[in-house]
């Protein structure tokens, strides 16, 4: 599971607001969290009887579900923005049964005292219970399977990934303004190696002659883009 802050001091009693349109697994998790020592200060079944209960009791805690009526679309994160903004001092943990990226990015986006979790991860209570208490400490977590896609998505839109690290350093060096004789001085290689390090990067950035670019202007610019 993936955390950040609020190492070394376990925080018990932590006050807890529980938001899910589903009952069975809101009356399992209040259950769980107070067999485990959170007070439970209350349950919502939508978004508003969330909102109303956070600015009432003021919890420690809210474990909201992303979706939730009338439409079931974002309205728990809708919630949970609004009381990052109202109530900054309250952790949030959301809910989905799905990695949602864009939108679990703009919540963790929003600072310490966060986190984001598939229900999946409900059912092994000790890291439910840890991940709790590391927001409560004021830390953050991220469910792991967002942390994949979000290196997957790094990865496949990345537009210099397909270069060699050593295709990389001459790409680097074309944006130093170096000639292909500078950049094989500085690198130790011969002018012609480094001819066919730029050739092969311009063909993996799909840079081709036309009559109005300059490509290794193009390739300088995708480099500098990708910073």
Known sequence: ?????????????????????????????????????????????????????????????????????PAHSNEGLEAARVIREELPDIGILVLSAHVEVEQAMELLASGKRIGYLLKSRVTNVDEFIEALERIARGGSVVDPALVRELVEARRVNDPLGALTSREREVLALMAEGRSNAGIARHLWVTDGTVEKHVGSILTKLDIWETEDDHRRVLAVLRFLEAR
Do not use: N
């Not at 993936?2 to 209040?30: H, K, Y």
């Not at 020592?37 to 474990?63: C, I, N, T, Y």
């Open 1 to 69: 599971m993936g955390v950040s802050g609020g190492e070394g001091i376990r925080v018990t009693a932590s006050r807890v607001a529980l938001a899910d349109d589903d009952v069975l697994l809101r009356e399992g998790l209040a259950s769980l969290l107070e067999r485990s020592g959170f007070e439970v200060v209350g349950q919502a079944g939508d978004a508003p009887e969330l909102l109303s209960l956070a600015r009432a009791s003021k919890p420690d805690l809210v474990v909201v579900d992303i979706r939730m009526p």
